[in-house]
């Protein structure tokens, strides 16, 4: 078992098996290239692969004796072993895909001249005998620490010297998560399990050097604190702030603990047996990776979560749903309880309320929608692909809670969030943290292992550690986003799209400690708008800055030679034959559009027959800073000329 426990080991180090971000690995199957001399090697290779499905890191495997065949099988994310010899031109190519990232992780397996048979892959029970036998192989084995720059962390290399097999790391593909020791907002990542060391203070490159840098970092260790406080262990009771700070502090100082040992030393005091006990009573009951949502369901999750929804939606809509409200989306919708209910509370029939999500779930209240699992190292290639069976413009309520900050390829999402929604009448609510500093990232970072490590039974995610990735942002950097991908916010907040400002210290507690909020947008029809194209006529000349100074403003009442009057008359421009008519209802200006700019006809004209409702002014897209007027009751268009 040893090669193949080798083999499993590093699998889980490289790219683990599952993830909450991309709903499980591709690395779920095992590819085998035969080389030259496979026959040689095959007993031995089999009793390999029996011992790494018996370990159960893999459920499937496939083989190709071709490079052929194997460069046409449809290789994303896979581990390959290369077992035997293969010519050097063959394995240049299989490297490749390594680089490329379709593959994780290559492994080769190699037959060792002159070695024995007997000691490849002996099994190693639990009585004295095997014991003896396991120390015996553990003898034979050399390591080599191979260091891979890229990944940041280090492999290892393993040989057995006398068996008839050997080993070795031949190529990983790169992680720029793990090539860092900082995550998204500048704390120290997840993988590097000091995360609770440096909010309290003790993690060297770390500690703060100036008072706000303090303030921030003390900010961050009592939201922890508090969070922990508020959840019961062994007996019901609960812990003190005062006396979690203590056992955490003992961990780290005298006891040495790392983060994987703060969570089991928390786990310990909620159930009462350690982290490492419990992720094997959990590779029994195989959990569902769910990510470790800061909102805990001990505390009525699923039905204040409904209500706060609920309480987003503008109140003609909440009065009358059926008249307003054709269809839900809860874009990653989870075990999907707030779907269905909050589907009810809009009186939508099952076939009218979507639920998306990377992993599968039963669904009979509403309608599952399988997201496939996302590559962080390349974004989807259009808009459609992410919800391929939701029409454009087929939904009234975008539902997104507590999503985005999982997402790497952000505006991606957005963009296709755009597309599927109501572009009149339709709504997105977020619900996200505000998150202002690297101390509040780090916290996040904790609540969610606590989740997914400390606090269910069974544990809900043991590759927490190694897997987790996170992109959190503040309310206006997620407001500039959907912006960039199409949204503005509603006019008409709800009370809690200013929660997180409430998230303030009384009585030494905070106050919404995750700093989570609500916030309403719509579709900006404006940028639709800008999607219609100018009129296909010469463009005028362009504004001089000169010329744009010696201009009268608006206001200007100093009359004017009837001669300078006739050279500003700005020329007659014939419209093209097929001016298309909007199909949106258009504003009646645009923002940046000067009006001082123009010829004073213009200005006088312009407000005449905008008191009429005559015509709209539009910016070209083609030609950003031009401006048409475009005249809805016959299709006509001419440029707006300036002076």
Known sequence: MIVARNICKTRNTVCPRTSYASGGSGATKLVVFRGSDFTDIKSEWTSVLQGIFALKEFDDHIEFGSLEE????????????????????????????????????????????????????????????????????????????????????????????????????????????????????????PWTKQQFRYLWGLLDGFKPTTETETAELEEGKVRVLQRLASHKVLGGKTLSMTEWDALIRKGLTEENRNDYGIYSLIREHTYG?????????????????????????????????????????????????????????????????????????????????FGADVRAIASRDFTYVQLAAENPDEPPSSTGTILPTIADKSISIVNCAMVFHHVTHTKAIMEELRRVIDSTEGLLILREHDCRNAPTGAFLDIVHGLFSLAWKDPVEWPNFVAE?????????????????????????????????????????????????????????????????????????????LDA????????????????????????????????????????????????????????????????????????????????????AANGHAEWIHYV
């Open 468 to 544: 987790y990735r996170a992109f959190y942002r503040s309310r206006e950097e997620w407001s500039a986003l959907l912006q960039e991908c199409g949204f503005r916010l509603h006019p008409h907040q709800p009370a809690s799209y200013e929660a997180a400002d409430n998230s303030v210290l009384i009585r030494g507690k905070y106050n919404n400690v995750t700093r989570a909020y609500y916030a309403v947008y719509v579709p900006d029809w404006s940028v639709e708008k800008r999607e219609k194209k100018a009129p296909a006529v010469p463009l005028p000349p362009a504004l001089s």
């Open 548 to 631: 744009a100074l010696a201009l009268p403003t608006a206001q200007s009442t100093r009359k004017r030679p009837r001669e300078d009057l006739e050279a500003t008359k700005p020329t007659t421009i014939s419209p093209p034959p097929q001016m298309p008519k909007p199909s949106v209802p258009q504003p009646t200006a645009v923002p940046g559009f000067d009006i001082k700019h123009c010829a004073p006809s213009l200005i006088i004209a312009h407000a005449a027959a905008r008191a009429k409702q005559e015509y709209e002014v539009i910016e070209s897209k083609e030609f950003p800073g031009r401006f048409f007027k475009y005249y």
């Open 70 to 189: 194997f460069s046409a099988y449809q290789l994303q994310g896979h581990v390959v072993c290369v077992v035997g010899n293969v010519e050097k031109d063959e394995l240049a190519s299989i490297l490749s895909y390594v680089d490329g990232r379709r593959s994780s992780l290559l492994f080769g397996i190699r037959k060792v001249i002159g070695g024995s048979s007997d000691s490849s892959d002996e099994d190693d029970g639990d009585d004295a005998d095997n014991n003896n036998t396991r120390k015996r192989e553990a003898a034979k084995i050399r390591k080599t620490e191979v260091t891979f720059d890229e990944l940041g962390i280090e492999l290892t290399t393993w040989q057995l010297r006398q068996s008839r097999i050997n080993i070795s790391v031949l190529g990983a593909a790169a992680s720029s998560s793990s090539a860092s020791t900082r995550a998204f907002n500048g704390q120290p990542g």
């Open 273 to 353: 047996k350690s982290l490492n006990d419990a992720i094997k009573e959990a590779a029994i009951k195989k959990p569902v990776p769910g990510g470790g949502n800061t909102d805990d369901p001990e505390e009525g999750r699923s039905d204040h979560l409904v209500d706060a929804t609920i309480a987003c939606i503008p109140l003609a809509m909440r009065e009358n749903p059926r008249a307003y409200v054709k269809s839900l989306l809860d874009y990653g919708c989870a075990e999907g309880a707030i779907t269905s209910n909050l589907g009810k509370c809009l009186q939508l029939p099952p076939d009218k309320i």
